[in-house]
């Protein structure tokens, strides 16, 4: 780490013009001019977001010591249009924004263009709504300059909320005119955001495959990840399984194994069994031969199985999966889906038939004990003793199928889909 944050420091000393940590000076930080030093934040923040995440420091190193430069530069200095276009990029990069105003209440000669400035002071100070027109015919002025790709991506952040469309074209300049860029790293996740939330499943799909080719070692890319997920769970249908393949081709295999667990999970959860299912095994795929690297999988696996015909053996594997292979969250989930399991095996007492006595046997659910202390827990692949207990004291497997139809059974399945909805929604403010 340490050697890495020297090689940071000197390819930015090299950007300026230094050759080694020993020439740094303070006369030397006050006379170099403001777009060199420009030019090594942005060395550095590209290199965060292709995943050098230890070019942080470096980075507020950078962003302090412009900052001091701008301020303490003779007025002469902003004659040069490179410096001018420096003091811009710097405002627009995570620079101080009082240093804008500052740099403009000092302009006497009208080096800065009033129209740029106007807008970005108002752009930082929350009102970007107020100047999206203007901004939009300054994107396309300065289409040949250096700070268009910053404009464009302002630009297309104060129309997010009035004009979608409108921001994903200023999105797609801003990447455009600055490949490999943590402008390019912005326009893309925020472009699939927009087109999942439009519903264009083929744009979105398409941002999501260079996102994950390009940035996926960002800082930011789990912001990506959680878009990807919702992704594929609300608009799997209209999806190309093999865009959702090749997405995650460009992952390691614990990170697409973290991806298909989340995905399993929100589809169980939500309904969709196949999607739960089929995300399942391919984590499960991936997991390898270490031991209880598939316990998630098994579980939202198991979840889907919930509402099927095939319920006895999915409350048996839901069963099986150790305790203390579980968070706390899975847990509460894990003892939602067994509730809801109770209550379809619990058949509905029919109006004017007599109800279940109280020594009658208990459902499979019921008559599946917890294991005492010591006791071997079952896996995949042996037979589950609660397996035996269940053929002796629950309704033959048939008897899914013979109420399936039934209006209170599928009330039963709502009710407890929705219960396991509920749930997970409080677990995930809960984990916020």
């Known amino acids: 780490m340490a050697s890495l944050r020297r090689f940071l420091f000197g390819s930015a000393l090299a950007v300026l013009g230094l050759s080694g940590p020993g020439q740094v000076r303070s006369e030397d930080l006050e006379t170099i001019a403001p777009y060199k030093m420009l030019r090594s934040l942005q060395f550095v923040q590209d290199s965060v977001v292709l995943g050098d995440h230890s ?11 412009i900052d001091k430069r701008l301020r303490q530069a003779d007025a002469s200095v902003f004659e040069s249009t490179d410096n001018v276009d420096a003091a811009l990029i710097y405002a627009m990069s995570g620079g101080n924004p009082q240093t804008l105003e500052y740099l403009v209440a ?46 464009a991506l302002v630009a297309g952040n104060v129309m997010i909320s009035t004009n979608p469309k409108g921001a994903l074209k200023f999105y797609d300049w801003a990447r455009l005119t600055a490949p490999g860029t943590i402008v390019e790293e912005a326009a893309l996740r925020r ?47 209209l999806l190309n399984a093999d865009d959702v393949s090749a997405t995650l081709g460009y992952m390691d295999k614990d990170r697409a194994r973290e991806i298909y667990l989340r995905i399993a999970r929100a589809a169980a959860v939500r309904g969709k069994n196949q999607l739960a299912g089929l995300a ?5 795929a991936l997991s390898g031969t270490a031991e209880g690297a ?3 999988a098994r579980l ?13 053996s999915a409350v048996d594997a839901l069963a099986s999966i150790p305790e203390k292979d579980l968070s ?7 003892a939602a889906a067994e509730a809801v399991a109770r209550e379809i095996l619990s058949q509905p007492v029919q109006e004017g038939s007599s109800p279940q006595p109280a020594d009658a046997p208990a459902t499979a659910v019921e008559a599946m004990a917890t294991p005492e202390q010591g ?22 497997t048939t008897k899914a199928d013979e109420i399936a139809m039934d209006p209170q059974f599928r009330d039963f399945v709502s009710s407890g889909r929705s219960r396991l909805q509920e749930i997970d929604s409080l677990l995930q403010e809960e984990a916020q």
């Open 55 to 65: 070019a942080g420091e470096m980075q507020r190193f950078m962003l302090e010591t």
């Open 294 to 296: 598939d316990t998630l």
């Open 191 to 237: 472009s699939v955001a927009i087109a999942i939330e439009a519903g264009d499943v083929p744009k979105a799909a398409t941002y999501a495959n260079r996102y994950a080719r390009r940035f996926l070692h960002s800082p930011y890319a789990s912001q990506f990840a959680d878009l990807f997920v919702r992704l594929v769970v609300e608009r799997y249908e």
């Open 300 to 312: 939202y696996g198991g979840l889907a199985e919930v509402p099927t015909s095939g319920i006895l």
């Open 375 to 396: 006791e071997p827990l079952q896996f995949p692949g042996e037979v589950p003793a609660s397996e035996t207990v269940a053929k002796k004291t629950a309704p033959a």
């Open 328 to 334: 706390p969250a899975d847990r509460a989930l894990r």
């Open 106 to 151: 000092r302009d006497v000669d009208g080096n800065f263009d009033n129209r740029v400035t106007d807008a970005l002071r108002k752009y930082l100070a929350g009102k970007g709504t107020l100047i999206a027109k203007s901004l939009g015919e300054l994107v396309w002025e300065y289409k040949d300059s250096k700070i268009v790709p910053y404009l």
């Open 280 to 284: 399942a095994e391919r984590a499960k």
